[in-house]
C-alpha cells in the first residue's frame, strides 16, 4: 500500500470548534496544527492497538497455564494414589 499524500476528513462540530480554539491559540493554519498533531499521535495509536493484541495473547497463555496449574494440582483418584505410593497402609484383616 502506498502512503497517502493527501486526505479528506469530515470533522464533528465538536472536533472542528476545537480545532478552531487550538488555531486561535496558537496562530498556527489549521493544515499546520492537525499535521502536527497526526505526527505527535500517530506512534501513540498504532502502540496501543499493538498493545491490545499482545494482552490478549498474554491473556489467553495465562487461561492455558492456569489450567495446565490446575490439572497438575487436582487431587489425584484414589486408585492412582494407591499406584504411586511406596508405603500402602497395611490392609485391616477381614472381620
Same mark, same amino acid.
Given at each position: ?16 470548534? !476545537?480545532l $478552531? ?5 496558537? &496562530?498556527?493554519?489549521? #493544515? /499546520?496544527?492537525?499535521?502536527? =498533531?497526526? *505526527?505527535d ?19 489467553? !497463555?495465562? $487461561? ?5 496449574? &490446575?490439572?497438575?494440582? #487436582? /487431587?489425584?483418584?484414589?486408585? =492412582?494414589? *494407591? ?13
Open positions: 500500500m502506498s502512503a497517502a499524500q493527501s486526505l479528506t476528513l469530515t470533522l464533528t462540530p465538536e472536533l472542528a470548534a !476545537r $478552531a480554539a487550538a488555531t486561535e491559540r496558537t &496562530g498556527l493554519p489549521p #493544515a /499546520e496544527l492537525v499535521l502536527r =498533531a497526526l *505526527a499521535h500517530l506512534d501513540g495509536v498504532t502502540a496501543y492497538g499493538r498493545l491490545g493484541e499482545e494482552m490478549a495473547f498474554i491473556k489467553d !497463555r495465562l $487461561a492455558e497455564l492456569a489450567g495446565i496449574v &490446575g490439572e497438575a494440582l #487436582a /487431587e489425584p483418584p484414589p486408585a =492412582a494414589v *494407591a499406584e504411586i505410593c511406596r508405603y500402602r497402609a497395611p490392609k485391616a484383616p477381614p472381620a
